[in-house]
């Protein structure tokens, strides 16, 4: 099952942004609705947040865990980098901040994605513009220093060439057993 963020894709938005613990919590609400009361996670970028949220609000229903790129920042790094991703974007008359949008879209994928498949996607990327930043705000709240200690559940680590791929590889104290693969070919996109 693969499940939209609540105001990503063709999902509701929250009515203002929401903390992490109420991403995780939405995700809680789809586990039961689905009356799927153990199960994986897997987590891409926020979503691997969401996930390990999750998996401490739900430990003991949650088996395992992947974490596609892991923001393994300091919290110095953490609002360094979050502090850009605090609104979205600004409408430009001539489209600029959809080439902008894309150039960086271009930016990141992988080897293996050509700009047909990119496009598929692109829509997706463009689309609840104006509340798209949100999960940056619950990102920059949540730390994977501080929550990742408490999990339990092995975590497998994918660590494709994006704009994680030099934090990701710290998460590796943290594994519990899992396993850190690292995808220097691959970039966002590659489980399109």
Same mark, same amino acid.
């Given at each position: 099952v693969a499940v939209d963020t609540p105001g990503y894709g063709y999902s509701d938005s929250p009515s203002a942004p929401p903390p992490m613990e109420e991403y995780a919590g939405a995700m809680a609400d789809v586990a039961d609705a689905l009356d799927i009361t153990d199960f994986d996670?897997?987590?891409?970028h926020t979503g691997g947040r969401i996930a390990v949220q999750l998996a401490l609000l739900r430990p003991d229903a949650i088996k395992h865990i992947v974490l596609v790129g892991v923001?393994?920042? *300091?919290?110095?790094?953490? +609002?360094?980098?979050y502090a850009s991703m605090d609104t979205s974007e600004a409408l430009q008359e001539d489209?600029?901040?959809?080439l902008a949008t894309w150039q960086n879209s271009v930016r990141w994928r992988g080897p293996h994605r050509n700009n047909d498949e990119l496009m598929k996607s692109f829509i997706d990327i463009i689309r609840n513009r104006d509340k798209n930043h949100w999960a940056y705000k619950a990102n920059k709240?949540? *730390?994977?220093?501080e929550n990742l200690p408490q999990l339990t559940q &092995?975590?497998?680590a994918l660590n494709p060439r994006d704009d994680l791929y030099p934090? +990701? &590889?710290r998460v590796? &104290?943290?594994?519990?057993?899992?396993?850190?693969?690292d995808m220097p070919d691959w970039g966002l996109g590659f489980l399109d």
């Open positions: 996670l897997m987590g891409f923001g393994m920042y *300091s919290r110095e790094e953490q +609002t360094k980098h489209g600029s901040h959809l709240e949540f *730390s994977y220093v &092995p975590i497998l934090y +990701t &590889p590796a &104290p943290y594994l519990n057993g899992g396993q850190l693969i």
